[in-house]
């Protein structure tokens, strides 16, 4: 679930920076369901896609935190 969650993130933020044929690879890759070649993909066309997945794991880790301390004083 989480994974999952981290992979929309970064999809979402880097989709719209690749041009419209790296968008169509990307899109074949995504559907082909092979998780490993999405990664390499992304690893080879994003030089700091380290840095950007601890962005957003950072930012899915609070948002995550914010929701169970919403939940607890409910």
Do not use: H
Not at 65 to 74: D, G, R, V
Request: charged share 35%; aromatic share 8%; hydrophobic share 35%.
């Amino acid at each position: 679930q989480f994974t999952d969650s981290l992979l929309k993130r970064l999809v979402l933020r880097l989709y719209d920076k690749f041009s419209a044929e790296e968008q169509q690879e990307f899109d074949r890759l995504a559907n082909g369901g092979d998780s490993e070649k999405v990664n390499q993909f992304l690893a080879n066309k994003v030089p700091d896609l380290d840095e950007i997945r601890n962005e957003e794991m950072r930012g899915l880790a609070e948002e995550m935190k914010s929701f169970i301390e919403t939940a607890k004083t409910q």
